[in-house]
């Protein structure tokens, strides 16, 4: 019986973009490198900051300046990861019933650990309480070790969970796993692109209103 949801948070539950973006190009405007456009940055987000920035960099982590940069952009995305980030339409609603329900929740990010815990405790602290990010305790998406901590808070295991998410780096975490994957469109990548690394069209969901329903196709499958 599917009775666990591990859900992404960036592109998954919260638009971040917008955030994100500003945080990248105050840094490219303090080191002296061409700003970004938010749709760049889309493209660029997935595998955790250090990523983010080396590919927003033009000489990327081969830059001298490269710690500099990263650790600019985290002080600055820590202080303003709340100016203009807020969940999807729809989000609250489809936790609330998911709550209701009785499905175990949590979320797994390659944000920072302690941004993950505010972010989550802010919006979804009434449905939600494990929230986990990237540590120097365990390896980041995909690799499966943010997975297997928050399932073990849960009392869980992954034959009795799914994973949403909206991109390649969530489809190789519950690969990894392994367990089910449940793919969103609203997020960060494109049906097509989501299609292209590896998603089931049957597991794929257009909007928050359409995952209850899902998992309940999967419960009379069961």
Same mark, same amino acid.
């Given at each position: ?42 493209? #660029? ?16 982590? *081969? ?8 650790? *600019?952009?985290? *002080?600055? #995305? ?34 920072? !650990? ?12 009434? #449905? ?8 120097? !305790? ?6 499966? !070790?943010?997975? #297997? ?16 998410? !909206? ?29 292209? *690394? ?25």
């Amino acid at each position: 019986m599917t009775d666990t949801i591990i859900f992404d948070l960036d592109g998954t539950l919260l638009n971040t973009l917008e955030d994100l973006t500003d945080s990248v190009n105050y840094v490219m405007g303090q080191f002296g490198h061409p700003a970004h456009t938010i749709e760049e940055v889309r493209r #660029y987000v997935g595998n955790g900051a250090a990523k983010l920035i080396e590919r927003s960099v033009p000489q990327g982590s *081969a830059d001298p300046a490269y710690r500099e940069m990263l650790h *600019a952009f985290r *002080a600055h #995305y820590a202080v303003h990861c709340e100016d203009k980030t807020a969940p999807y339409e729809g989000i609250m609603e489809m936790l609330s019933a998911a709550w209701r329900a009785g499905y175990r929740m949590a979320v797994v990010s390659n944000k920072p !650990d302690k941004a993950v815990k505010q972010l989550g405790a802010k919006f979804f602290g009434e #449905y939600v309480r494990h929230f986990h990010g990237d540590r120097e !305790d365990g390896q980041r998406k995909p690799a499966p !070790d943010m997975v #297997y901590r928050a399932l073990k808070e849960l009392d869980s295991d992954a034959e009795h969970a799914v994973y949403v998410g !909206d991109s390649e780096v969530d489809l190789q975490t519950a690969a990894n796993v392994p367990m089910t994957c449940i793919s969103v469109t609203w997020g960060f990548r494109t049906k097509k692109q989501l299609l292209r *690394a590896g998603a089931a069209e049957e597991r794929m969901i257009r909007s928050p209103q359409e995952l209850l329903p899902l998992l309940a196709r999967f419960l009379q499958a069961e």
